[in-house]
Structure formats: C-alpha cells, structure tokens
C-alpha cells in the first residue's frame, strides 16, 4: 500500500488538464440509462447534468487514449530520473511508456529496500589491491556516467592524445583490412570490417577532457582500401548504459541499422521487438562492478522469448579469445550464412542479427582464421573491433589455428547441450554420432 501510494503521488503531479472523455463517447450510455439517472437525481434532489466545456484534450477513440502528449512524457521521465531511467528509452510507443511507468515502480520500491549484495560482502574493499586496481580504472562522468580509463588499452591516455598508436600498429590495421579483402574475393564472399566507436568519445561532454577519435585521428585519413571499413560513430548519450563500456539496446539497433542497410527490414525488426522489451532493476555493467560500492541502474533490454532462433555454443569458462557461437534460424530474413571474427561488441549484436541470417557462427578473436572460413564457406564474413583496440593492433599473421585455441591455451569448456553436433556439421568435419 504505502509502494502504490507513493506511484500515485509520483504520477498526480503529472499534466495539468482532467482525464475526460468526449461527449460523443458519454451521450449513448446517458440517453439508454435516461431514466435511471432520472429517477436517482429526484431522489437526491440534484442534478447530474453539467454544461460541456471546450476540451482540446477530450478522449474520443482508443487511438487517443493511447497517444500520449510528449511533454507528459517529459515530465514523467523527469520524476523517474537519474539511474533509474533506462538510457535511450524514450516512450515513443504505448509499449515504451508502458515500460517508463514501470521504471517509476522500480524506483518507488527501491525506496523500502535495502540493497545488500551477497557476491561483493567483502570488508575494507579498498586494502585489496587488486580491487583498487580495478577502482582505478573507472573514470566518473557527468549525470553518473562511468567511463573506462585504464586497463591493458590504456583508453584515457590514447583518447587523450597522451599515447599514440605505433607505425606497427597502423600498419598491421591497414595490412590485415587488405589481406582480408583478398581472401574474401578469392572465395567470392562479401567482406565488411567494423569499428564499434568508443564511448568515451561519443560521451566526451559528459567528462572534462579534451577526447579524440583514435579511428579519425590515425587510421581514418591513410591511403587504404576505405570502402570496407565502417566507423560506428554513436553520437549521442542515447547508446550507451551509465555503468558499461558497451552499447545499450538502442546502441545495437543503431549498428544494426548501419550492418543491415535496408530501411524497411530494420522497420519490420523494430515492430518485432515492440513487445519483447523488459526492465532489468538493479543493472551493473562492467564498470559499475569495479567500484565499491557497486554502482546500478535500470537498463532495457531485448528479453529471451521463444522463438526459431537457436543458440550453442563451446562454453569457454575463463578467457575471452576462443569463445565460439553458433546462431540458426529457419525463419531468418536472409537465407545467407554469416561468418563473424569478433570481440564482445560484435557477440552482443548476434541475438539482434540471428533475425535476419539463417546461420551465424561467432568467432571471439582479433584476427581473421583461414582455416575458419575454408571450412564454413559463409556468404558474409564480418570482421569488427571496439575503438580502443586499434591502440595495438596485431597482424593477422600471428593467429593462432582458432580450432586449436582452447587446447594450446588449456582452456576449460563447458559446451551447450547440441554444440558438438552441431559444430561438426557445419564445420563438414568427418565425426560420427550414434
């Protein structure tokens, strides 16, 4: 009761104009139940009936019960607020504001709760080194935006202009770009690389540094085969949670809507997804995590309905490089296979691109693997990398067999339930089940 009656002072100081339907809608029901409210106003001794006023803002169709006046919209996010607005949800569908009155409720019972969190109970935080390593590399932004700033890229001190990318490194971008146009020809299959922009540079005003583009700043201008080369660039504060170095939901369909290119089946895709959003309460990326205390916030995201779209994978338990997806979809927008040689901005948009490509196999890896591509033979090979990897860019050259990696690397697995079979189907490789 007191969670409902503090939603009800929240939502009564919104808008300044009574709910009211049109005389339209009212009079049938009046004039069928005429007598009725006849009978009830001479026993009372008074009158119902009140002179109509002029309304602009009258209910007179469902459609207008549904379209709500964005300034009401405005002021509800504003009650929200702070961490509890999801970042990028802005209600413009009757879904959406659904959502935003929910993110009110999140907030109102946060108010009665005493967060404790059981996995990070740990004392004196701060005498622990490795702790306060990873405090350290959080750099704290404006309206509570938390950006990373240290770590193996060193990303403030290159975004900064501080550090700059070596020849070596150049080189070896524009180098791999090239030799990878080359075997894709070869093979006649359709090549694309992509840079998922940084978000210390697409929210540089909400920090006081001066932030460059690595991308535009070193690798952008140089004489190279620039035509399969995109450059994600999210521009706005809309793409990105509070709490992580990754995009939010509106982020990947904004990527989504560069990859695929066709206005119409992006349309259809967001009219797909209009009732697969939820509310996830209590949100910590991967910088909220390093702080102490954790910091949280609502985010949005595309829930796990049940759909054609079917996910194995090799189950790497520690690591990143190695890690293996296999994506299929019977009802995909595209009969096309799709090859991907990627990091974790890439494997967060696979649940977005399984809409669209019957089969996508994931590939957790900064180079391209020839062995990969000759034994899957896709239709269309992605390569992509986060803005802050082109600090150190390796040459292709020095990859690693990639069937070979959990085994040279001793790496734990635990593979999905139908990943084996599946692996060696695709992959044609000459393997029995009974």
């Excluded at 595309?302 to 979809?329: F, Y």
């Amino acid at each position: 009761m007191r969670e409902n009656n503090t939603m009800i002072h929240h939502l009564s100081k919104i808008g300044n104009t009574k709910f009211n339907f049109s005389q339209e809608l009212i009079r049938p029901v009046l004039e069928k139940y005429a007598e009725d409210i006849s009978w009830i106003e001479n026993r009372l001794g008074i009158s119902f009936s009140t002179q109509e006023k002029i309304n602009t803002s009258v209910i007179t169709s469902e459609k207008d019960l549904l379209q709500i006046n964005q300034s009401i919209i405005d002021e509800l996010k504003e009650i929200i607020g702070g961490k509890y607005l999801p970042v990028g949800l802005q209600g413009k569908t009757s879904n959406e504001i659904a959502l935003l009155v929910h993110a009110l409720r999140l907030k109102v019972i946060s108010l009665y709760e005493i967060h404790l969190d059981k996995k990070n109970n740990i004392q004196n935080i701060l005498k622990n080194k490795e702790n306060l390593s990873k405090i350290n590399q959080v750099l704290k932004g404006k309206d509570q935006y938390l950006f990373l700033s240290g770590g193996n890229h060193q990303v403030v001190k290159f975004f900064t202009g501080e550090r700059k990318p070596t020849i070596a490194s150049i080189n070896n971008f524009l180098s791999n770009i090239e030799n990878r146009k080359i075997i894709c020809d070869k093979k006649n299959i359709e090549y694309k690389h992509y840079i998922f922009g940084d978000k210390l540079f697409a929210m540089k005003d909400k920090t006081n540094l001066n932030i460059i583009s690595l991308y535009e700043k070193y690798y952008k201008n140089l004489n190279h085969t620039n035509h399969n080369i995109t450059y994600l660039n999210f521009s706005t504060q809309e793409y990105f949670t509070r709490t992580d170095t990754h995009l939010n939901l509106y982020g990947k369909l904004k990527a989504l809507s560069t990859i695929i290119e066709d206005d119409n089946d992006i349309a259809n895709y967001h009219k797909y997804i209009q009732d697969k959003l939820q509310l996830v309460p209590n949100f910590s990326g991967d910088l909220g995590k390093k702080l102490d205390p954790i910091e949280y916030e609502t985010n949005i995201i595309l829930k796990d309905a049940k759909s054609s779209i079917v996910h194995h994978h090799n189950g790497i338990l520690s690591g990143n490089i190695g890690i293996m997806d296999i994506l299929t979809n019977n009802n995909a927008l595209y009969n096309k296979k799709l090859l991907i040689f990627g990091d974790s901005f890439f494997r967060s948009m696979l649940q977005h691109l399984s809409y669209f490509y019957k089969e996508i196999v994931f590939c957790r890896t900064p180079f391209i693997h020839e062995e990969v591509v000759d034994n899957y033979n896709p239709d269309i090979l992605f390569t992509g990398n986060a803005e802050r990897y082109l600090s150190n860019v390796k040459n292709d050259s020095n990859a690693d067999s990639f069937f070979h990696i959990p085994y040279k690397h001793n790496l734990s697995l635990n593979p999905s339930k139908k990943f084996n079979k599946v692996f060696f189907r695709i992959f044609k490789f000459d393997y029995l089940y009974e």
